[in-house]
């Protein structure tokens, strides 16, 4: 028996963007969302369903409804997670770098204001950012990475979709009207964290639904961050994450260094 070619990614990849266009134009011309939410994000944001739809659009061409049926199913595949530990990485991953980047800043001297850290609008914020986490990671872990080549490795996976990932935020980074050096660490940040993601993902029984997880609470720590994401700062971020992904390649690589056959 053969087994089945991989199917070719490329035309995904095009679509997403091809989608995006019209939300990166209306991100130049429309009010930022900061005039809905009390968080600093552009209307191109919004983009972050597409990923998705973009993902069932073609599913739904290749095989059908019932496959898209079944595709959109997995974004509550939560029986896939293997035990209760990934949900605590999934939960306390992104809150933990912050408050050591919070505290690194601290000791550094840089001028950072009282925490208020609003706890009332938590849930909102996190029932907000799953849902686009949801639109992100069907995309990009569901329909891209399972669709990788298995004789690369899930590492090699997570670079290409990171860079990927990171070419797409840009116009929306450029659009928070931040300093070139701000928008060149934060991609590196962002690369690092699709790392973790794919980490995630592999070793979370191939769970959209922690990707997911972890995607919404990335972003709650970010605007959580003191205040409403106003004083975060990616360059010391950035060595945080980094240390994380470096213990993580040592300690338990192999999850992602290897063939993914």
Known sequence: MSMSQPRPLLPYFWLVFALSIPFWVLGYFADSLSDLIPIDL????????????????????????AAARDFLKRSFDYRRIPGAGWYAVALL?????????????TLAGAPLPEPHLPFIALPVFFVMFFAAGLGEE???????????????????AALIIGIIW?????IPYFQLD???DWIAWHCGVTLLLRIVTVWLYVNGGRSVFIAALFHAMSNVAFFMFPNYGS?????????????????ILLLGGSSLTRARR
Request: proline content about 6%; cysteine-free.
């Open 93 to 105: 991953f992104m809150p933990v770098t912050l408050f050591l980047a919070w505290f690194a800043m």
């Open 138 to 156: 069907l995309g990009w872990q569901a329909f891209a990475f399972d669709r990788m080549p298995e004789r690369w490795s899930a590492l090699t």
């Open 231 to 247: 004083h975060y700062d990616p360059a010391y971020f950035f060595w945080i994450v980094a240390a994380a992904v470096g213990a």
């Open 166 to 170: 990171v070419v797409w935020h840009l």
């Open 42 to 65: 552009p209307v191109s944001a919004l983009m972050a369903f597409l990923p998705a739809t973009a993902a069932l659009i073609l599913v739904w061409r290749e095989d059908g409804r």
């Open 178 to 180: 931040r300093g070139i």
